[in-house]
């Protein structure tokens, strides 16, 4: 496996599940992301991890808990969401944290219904 | 506070012919990248460009930095369809990071 991979690659939930979103990364860098992209907004950046340590987090709501085990893997653990956090998010990563030129996973779709 | 600025928003060209993409930066930075996204799809990197000056070529797309303008240019030569897609400049600064809006080519026949 090369590049970043983020899975599941779509989903649909209802305002009271919860589930979770995985990305990995293959490049060996320090810095992971999530950004949210919606029709209507540009891109969002919600979190930054370097080394495990999360560095930014953009006022993002409470219903979105990230969690960075290792340098390597990123989720995004999702519960009681609303119909407007419906957008494509995105993970990525760089070789230091804000600074560089970003790989980004495929994307995961959420419908939240 | 960094702000990244793209124009036009919407492009909407014929094939064969030529543009322009703008990208407008607030702060000094020598650092500034170009990607591409296709509909439904994810972003890839086309173009780094780390110091002023710096011109980039892939095919029909060019990508020039002017720091002292704070001002990058994404220019494509002789359109053609396969080129349509959302065309994102980014620009780092040591204290942030920040994309701009995108700018949504469509290229006809």
């Known amino acids: 496996e090369t590049g970043v991979t983020q899975t599941p690659r779509h989903l649909v939930m209802g305002m009271t599940n919860k589930k979770s979103l995985k990305c990995e990364q293959h490049?060996?860098?320090?810095?992971m992301y999530w950004y949210k992209q919606s029709a209507k907004k540009p891109l969002e950046l919600m979190f930054v991890?370097?080394?495990?340590?999360?560095?930014e987090n953009n006022s993002v709501p409470s219903r979105f808990s990230p969690e960075c085990p290792n340098s390597s893997h990123l989720f995004l653990h999702l519960h009681t969401l609303q119909p407007e956090d419906s957008a494509l998010y995105l993970c990525?990563?760089?070789?230091?944290?804000?600074?560089?030129?970003?790989?980004f996973g495929e994307g995961s779709r959420l419908t939240v219904l | 506070e960094l702000k990244v600025e793209q124009n036009p928003l919407f492009l909407s060209m014929q094939e064969g012919k030529n543009y322009t993409i703008y990208c407008n930066y607030s702060?000094?930075?020598?650092?500034l990248y170009w990607y591409r996204q296709d509909p439904g799809k994810s972003l890839e990197s086309l173009f780094v460009?780390?110091?002023?000056?710096a011109v980039k070529q892939e095919g029909r797309l060019m990508a020039s930095l002017d720091t002292k303008a704070r001002l990058s240019t994404l220019h494509i030569t002789a359109a053609v369809h396969d080129l349509s897609a959302t065309y994102f400049c980014?620009?780092?600064?040591?204290?942030?990071?920040?994309f701009g809006a995108g700018t949504r080519l469509t290229v006809k026949p």
């Open positions: 990525a990563s760089s070789q230091h944290p804000m600074r560089g030129e970003l790989f």
């Open positions: 490049l060996g860098h320090n810095a």
């Open positions: 991890y370097n080394f495990k340590e999360q560095t």
């Open positions: 702060t000094t930075s020598d650092r």
């Open positions: 460009l780390l110091s002023n000056g």
């Open positions: 980014a620009v780092d600064t040591p204290d942030d990071m920040r």
